[in-house]
């Protein structure tokens, strides 16, 4: 089954409320207005159950198929919270608020969730139960933790999650998948090495951190070079180098390096760490120096589930006419916290020739809407089909 028909008759109504979305962002938690809109069209839609505030600012709406004799509960998820970025776009929706945009395209995936949604509640062509999830915070806040936290799959009863991320450069309509680690965990470290400071024209009285530092950021990089496996893959940037002094004349006491680390394996994760711990201690402590390292673990590796993965592509294939097989995207995405509580899949949607998300010049593309829609609204189907 192609792009379903009523999706191109709701195209006009679901741009306008991605439009306003766009033009109305919100960062972070702060979703107020965007979770408000979400729960009065869920309840609008005649949804069985609306709940708002889970994980904060979280919606959830509930869709009983016609029958639910097969006990079956799938969940279908969309971000909606924007980035700290002045938008360059030009557009007529452009972002009323400043130094917000939605250059995520979260505004796209909110409507196109409603949209599916209110084709569900119409049709409830399905046995089982259908679970909307509306998730704050994507964007570096542990959003879908924090749901998770708050009890969203048992709560509810999910047994399977499905979401879904816009992809430039992917033709429109066109979707994406692949099985296993998809996104990449998104860890960051801070490393302050500490020396001893003094006068610049007498290095030979001082421990000179920045030296350690220089030397601690080369040896970082023979993590991937020389104890990953080849085969796997793995990213260690230094990206901030900063020293207690900025004086011409001054040996710094202090200097102190930041940066992140990117895996798609969580036994990579785990290695990354240990050495990246163990690399800035020793560097240091053969200089006569001290390194203290803070590792903080971010977003997990996101692991498309085999099974669901596939079932996926199938939808997609029903949708588009084919299915893509994705890159490995070194990019975080918090749906990962969804998929260590359930199996599931994720996938990318084509929004064609535009700028790259996060890219001040990035909007989503409209043209987008009816195949997201689709897809959204056949997994529920598809999977909990009425015998």
Request: charged letters at 20%; glycine letters at 12%; aromatic letters at 6%.
């Amino acid at each position: 089954m192609p792009v379903k028909n009523r999706f191109s008759e709701l195209l006009p109504e679901i741009t306008a409320w991605r439009r306003d979305l766009h033009e109305n962002p919100e960062l972070m938690f702060d979703t107020h207005r965007t979770a408000g809109i979400v729960a009065g069209k869920l309840r609008d839609f005649g949804c069985d159950e609306v709940v708002e505030g889970v994980g904060r600012t979280g919606v959830v709406g509930v869709l009983r198929g016609r029958d639910t004799g097969s006990g079956k509960v799938v969940g279908l998820r969309a971000d909606m919270d924007a980035l700290p970025i002045e938008e360059k776009t030009g557009a007529a929706h452009a972002s009323k608020s400043f130094g917000k945009m939605h250059a995520c395209g979260h505004d796209g995936h909110t409507a196109m969730l409603l949209g599916a949604a209110r084709y569900l509640a119409e049709t409830r062509n399905f046995d089982g139960t259908a679970v909307v999830i509306f998730q704050p915070a994507e964007e570096g806040g542990g959003g879908g933790k924090v749901m998770c936290d708050d009890g969203l799959m048992t709560r509810w009863g999910i047994q399977e999650v499905y979401g879904m991320h816009n992809w430039p450069g992917l033709p429109v309509g066109r979707f994406a998948i692949r099985a296993g680690g998809f996104f990449a965990a998104t860890d960051e470290f801070d490393i302050t090495i500490t020396g001893r400071g003094g006068h610049a024209a007498k290095p030979h009285d001082t421990v000179d951190p920045s030296v350690v530092a220089a030397q601690t950021v080369l040896a970082l990089q023979t993590i991937v070079s020389r104890s990953v496996d080849p085969v796997e893959q793995a990213v260690v940037s230094v990206t901030a180098m900063e020293t207690s002094s900025t004086a011409y004349n001054v040996i710094p006491q202090e200097v102190n390096l930041r940066g992140t680390v990117r895996t798609l394996d969580r036994a990579v994760r785990s290695l990354t760490e240990e050495r990246l711990v163990a690399i800035a201690e020793g560097t240091a402590r053969v200089f006569g120096a001290r390194a203290e390292v803070k590792y903080h673990k971010g977003y997990p590796v996101m692991v498309n589930s085999e099974e669901q993965t596939a079932f996926a592509a199938g939808v997609a294939r029903t949708v588009s006419g084919q299915c893509d097989a994705a890159p490995l995207v070194m990019g975080g995405e918090d749906f990962a916290y969804m998929l260590e509580e359930r199996p599931g899949a994720y996938i990318l949607v084509g929004n064609g020739d535009t700028a790259m998300v996060h890219h001040p010049e990035y909007d989503f593309n409209d043209e987008t809407i009816p195949a997201g829609c689709s897809w959204l609204a056949e997994i529920a189907e598809q999977r909990m089909p009425v015998s």
